[in-house]
């Protein structure tokens, strides 16, 4: 499906893999050490939707793109794009799928004009429909300031976003992403979401590759969260950060007050048990955000203690990053729990993890 055929987010599939493993050898001869770069990789985007594949060094996201990019052969499983199986047909995935980091180097002397009219030529494209193709891309792109001086003029921001523009010009039905603002600018960085956030309104689908939190935050529908080769978690940014119980109530108190008293009171709130940090000052871990400040000043006016103030810090991508790969060049030890939290998502985790969020419940 191309991306002018404006699907329905979330209705078709656009990339499903199954049970994707690779294992490398390393060494002369491949005599060195195994590398089991994937171990066992399934997920699914929907159409018109960003997946983001989140990890540090070495989880195994780029061997996973080039999975799907029909780069590398899997040692098991399937990687299926808009029903297509990439493993029978790869030709056929090729022509329907669109890589960045191939095109922006074409050549330094062409205009970022005849760069993509170039590539567009070379997907097959008559020259008229290939510039016109190239002339659309630029406007996309908000590239029109530079489509007629040498690319190689261009600063890092504008060959990212030209680049983008080769991976979309034969209009592919799964556009892939790798580390798309590394080394960018901040100012680079947001101008490259927002055409990201354009392309994927106008109907594109992406799979993309981050170690940075706050992009997956700002551009994916799904994520990915993929350490040592295994997935952790998936879910949305949302479902991540709310099996992250780690909204932290500070209720900050005027005068003293029965310890046990304001006990009682945050107990009854709390996930855990409150944390007296100072004469005044308590904090308890709490899943409801804003509504457990409200309900802690409602319950502490109940049994007569004053409250001066009740803020709720609520938890970031980090926070969950951190919960599931903090531990991650330890023990290199699998994961054992699988949660169902709905919509389809299921959580992966480590046992610290799962003990974690027992001992919260
Ligand atoms: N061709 C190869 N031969 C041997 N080992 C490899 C090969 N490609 C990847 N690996 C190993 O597989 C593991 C996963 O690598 P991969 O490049 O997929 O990670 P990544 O998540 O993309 O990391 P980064 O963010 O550093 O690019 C790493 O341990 C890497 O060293």
Redesign the pocket.
Known sequence: MGRHAMPERGTDVALRLDGVTKT?R?GIFGRGPR?E?LRGIDLEVSSGTVHALL?P????????VRAVATLMRPDAGSVVVDGVDALAEPDTVREMIGVSGQYAAVDGNLTGFENLRMVAQLYGHRRSVASQRARAMIADLRLEDAADRPMRTYSGGMRRRLDLAGALINEPSLVILDEPTTGLDPRGRRQMWDVITEQVAAGTTVLL?T?YLEEADALADEITVIDQ?AIRAQGTAAELKATTAQSILTVELRGRHDEARVRTALTELGLSAPHHVDAQTWTVAVTDGTRSAVAAVRVCDALGIDVLDATVSTPTLDDVFLDLTGRADTDGSETHGNRDLGGGASFELSDEAVTQRLERV
């Not at 060094?57 to 996973?64: P, V």
């Open positions: 490398f390393s590398v770069a990890g060094n070495g989880a195994g996201k780029t061997t996973t590759t170690q080769g």
